[in-house]
């Protein structure tokens, strides 16, 4: 069984800062890409950022400069440091990962997500 635990979020101002941890264990061969997704209430779930196991990144457009992705291989470990928070940043932060459970056995799993609340 593999397990996916997000942490991190809160509530926080305008213009402040926030940094979630996804953190994998359980039967893991691999871990290779691993993403974070938010999804605001009444918005279809989109694309925050990715990164692969060697570091590279993708983000969505809109919030390259604002939000970075990192990992920590040796811990399984995701993180999503984000700045200069905005209202709109306002959603349930949730995590995937494509993991390799066995020599042929591959799959994403997700996390429950954690919600980052953004207002004054």
């Known amino acids: 069984q593999v397990q996916l635990v997000e942490s991190g979020g809160g509530l926080v101002q305008p213009g402040g800062s926030l940094r979630l941890s996804c953190a994998a264990s359980?039967?893991?061969?691999?871990?290779?890409?691993m993403g974070w997704y938010r999804q605001a209430p009444g918005k279809q779930r989109e694309l925050v950022a990715t990164?692969?196991?060697?570091?590279?990144?993708n983000y969505a457009d809109s919030l390259k400069g604002r939000f970075t992705i990192s990992r920590d291989n040796a811990k399984n470990t995701a993180y999503l440091q984000m700045n200069s928070l905005k209202p709109e940043d306002t959603a349930v932060y949730s995590c995937?990962?494509?993991?390799?459970?066995?020599?042929?056995?591959?799959?994403?799993?997700w996390g429950r997500g954690t919600q980052v609340t953004v207002s004054s």
């Open positions: 995937n990962a494509l993991i390799k459970t066995g020599m042929i056995s591959i799959q994403h799993y």
């Open positions: 359980g039967s893991i061969f691999s871990i290779n890409a």
């Open positions: 990164i692969t196991s060697t570091g590279t990144t």
